[in-house]
């Protein structure tokens, strides 16, 4: 499958989707239902036809999509550091999951027997957050390399934001994974800010 600029800034932005959402959860102890479920959805999502299936629609990734936009045009004051600093280790450890040979095999065994409980209680209930969660600090946490979550510790302590944060997290490597496959890169970022910013346009 071809992939235009339109499906690597709709990736990038469920990257960037992530990234607001658990800054949001780690400093306020809330988050937008609205914005998380396509973060979750993208994660069962496999074998997608094309990368509006992934997270049922691109008009569900707008924050995500609001976010980039900032970071493009580099207005700093519309956006987190702590934001810009999740996407990019998002992005870093993806490729480090890339060249694992057992992992992502690991973490696909683990999201089928996953997916039986959203068929039961449903996408965003607690058992299946944390059953992400358990995912998560199994396989993506282990790496060397790890996203210090920056926030107030009432909420960082808090057992089912803490949850919550590390699903997310794991939805944003998903995406992370499909901007690699679209054929991004952390250097995409910098080297062609204009070709991403018109692409956006057309998202």
Not at 45 to 74: C, H, I, Q, W
Request: glycine residues 8%; positive net charge; hydrophobic residues 40%.
């Amino acid at each position: 499958m071809r992939y235009s600029t339109k499906d690597q800034v709709a990736a990038l932005s469920g990257v960037f989707q992530a990234a607001v959402l658990v800054d949001k959860l780690a400093r306020t102890g809330q988050l937008s239902e609205e914005a998380l479920v396509p973060s979750i959805h993208s994660i069962f999502v496999t074998s997608p036809n094309d990368v509006a299936e992934v997270y049922g629609g691109f008009d569900r990734l707008a924050m995500g999509r609001k976010t980039l936009e900032s970071v493009l045009a580099r207005d700093s004051s519309a956006i987190q550091g702590n934001v810009i600093r999740y996407a990019l280790a998002l992005i870093h450890i993806e490729k480090k999951l890339s060249r694992n040979q057992k992992m992502p095999g690991i973490i696909g065994e683990r999201l089928n027997r996953t997916k039986e409980q959203v068929d039961h209680f449903g996408m965003l209930h607690d058992n299946v957050i944390a059953s992400l969660a358990s995912i998560y600090l199994d396989t993506i946490s282990t790496f060397k390399t790890r996203i210090q979550v920056s926030g107030d510790m009432r909420y960082l302590q808090n057992p089912v934001n803490a949850n919550r944060i590390r699903a997310i997290l794991l939805a944003g490597i998903r995406s992370a994974t499909l901007w690699r496959q679209c054929g991004g890169s952390r250097w995409h970022l910098f080297i062609s800010r204009g070709k991403l910013l018109d692409g956006l346009k057309r998202l």
